[in-house]
DNA sequence: GAGTCGTGGCC
DNA sequence: TGGCCAAGACT
């Protein structure tokens, strides 16, 4: 059915229009700034699900601390992840740690220009390995982002769910690229989409395609794309501990590598059961994580906060450790920590938050 | 193929 | 201010 759609389109006159839109309005971005398929690379995978005023100040710390890949390939995880830390999706940070290494291992640290060998690199799907091989090698692979599946269904005027018609979405994407100007296509087409064809409130009086654009013609640019209803989110109530030994040290632990948070630290806890008291859980999680005895003191924060698919409540009090050698049962790894060394160590939002409770409260650790 | 995976901006 | 959404990939 889109097929009869894309043949009615003046693809020749859309191209044009797009690319002298584009030299007037683009963004000045600064992975534009370089063809080095590396410094792409890291913004292509930074850019996934994050907006480009997020990633400008991580993609300028992560290129001067890892400027090559072989820099990033011989860096220890742990200095990767605390580069990433705040940005989101840790996975991405893995996935790009990993990916490094093979680039070294199979490629002796040069990207590869083959776009089967780009999408064999974790981390990289068809839309990123599309995005880096058009900007940097100015090949005419095709993107698929959130960006170009808006325009695109407001374009066609599809009214199904972008989910639904993915194959459609890749096919009018491959049609639409210009195959003379590959590179500034694929980012006048983000573009477009950022700036102007936007989720809410579209600035379709400025827009070089509006012409021929169906949801425009049929007035339903504020209606699509089709959301799907999601789900309601679970709400967790978490049992958190900040566990001081007589040392004045606190325990923290590393997350497992797969899963939520994967590599980052910790103050251990978990979730409190139903009619069960905080002091209750966190004492028997903590059993159960780290098999230490602990006691239970004061409240220290509660902290609130939204995750993509759930929420969490976490109620974090200062523990004191009674007796046991603290064991890694469900997690990674675990040290013992002044409160300055913290800092060298990769969290998550939530537990900074604790962190930044614990120094504006500076209470000593409390004598079991 | 539906769930999983973070955080900040925006209204 | 709570919900929506952002240059998606992976399982």
Redesign the pocket.
Known sequence: MPETKLKKLPIAKLRTALRTWYQESG?D?P??QTQDPYAIWV???M?????????IPYYQRWLAQFPTIASLAAAPQQDVLKVW????????AR?LHR?AQQVVADWDGTFPEQFDQV?S???????????ILS?AFNQPTP????????ILVRLLAIQQPP??VLADLWEASTALLDPEYPREFN?AF??L??TLC????PQCDRCPWRSDCQAYRHQLQTTL?M?E?????PHKQIGVAVIWNDQNQILIDKRPQ?????G?WEFPGGKVEPQESVEDCIRREIKEELGIEIGVDDHLITV????????VTLMVHHCHHIQGEPQAIECDEIRWVTLAELDEYP??????EIIAALRASKQPAPKG
């Open positions: 963004r971005l992975w534009r913004s292509e995978i850019l996934q699900q994050t907006q480009v005023k997020t990633v830390q705040g940005l989101g999706y840790y996975a991405r996935n990916a999408m690199l974790p981390g990289i799907g068809r839309t990123t390995a599309g995005g900007a993107i698929l982002d959130g960006n170009v599946k808006r989910k639904k980012q983000m573009d989409g950022a936007t989720p809410k409130q794309p959301t209803q999601k789900a309601p989110v797969k899963g939520l948070l994967g980052l609130n906060h939204a995750y993509t698919h759930f929420k969290f998550p939002k939530a537990n900074q």
